[in-house]
């Protein structure tokens, strides 16, 4: 079992900034994969970005050069860094878990005002 807790959510006008924090129950450096996902109303939940064991970082096309996903091992943190926030970036932000399983955190809401 993992437990994951965020923190960072919020609002904030077009082109600011936020940053995400999730905190797992256990080593993160263990897990096969951490991400972050959001859903927005009426539409599906979508992967935002992902970082392996290995440091391998993905992004989706619609946060590259915008979003970095971060980890400390030291301290089982996950991060998600929001630059150049725009409207369309207003969702539920989920942190994901991937360790023989798929693990999700309690959502963050994000909000960007035009």
């Known amino acids: 079992q993992v437990q994951l807790v965020e923190s960072g959510g919020g609002l904030v006008q077009a082109g600011g900034s936020l940053r995400l924090s999730c905190v797992a129950s256990r080593n993160i450096f263990s897990m096969h994969a951490m991400g972050w996902y959001r859903q927005a109303p009426g539409k599906q939940r979508e992967l935002v970005a992902v970082?392996?064991?290995?440091?391998?970082?993905t992004y989706a096309d619609s946060v590259k050069g915008r979003f970095t996903i971060s980890r400390d091992n030291a301290n089982n943190t996950v991060y998600l860094q929001m630059n150049s926030l725009k409207p369309e970036d207003t969702a539920v932000y989920y942190c994901?878990?991937?360790?023989?399983?798929?693990?999700w955190g309690q959502g963050s809401q994000v909000t960007v005002s035009s």
């Open positions: 970082i392996t064991t290995g440091g391998t970082t």
């Open positions: 994901n878990a991937k360790y023989y399983a798929n693990y």
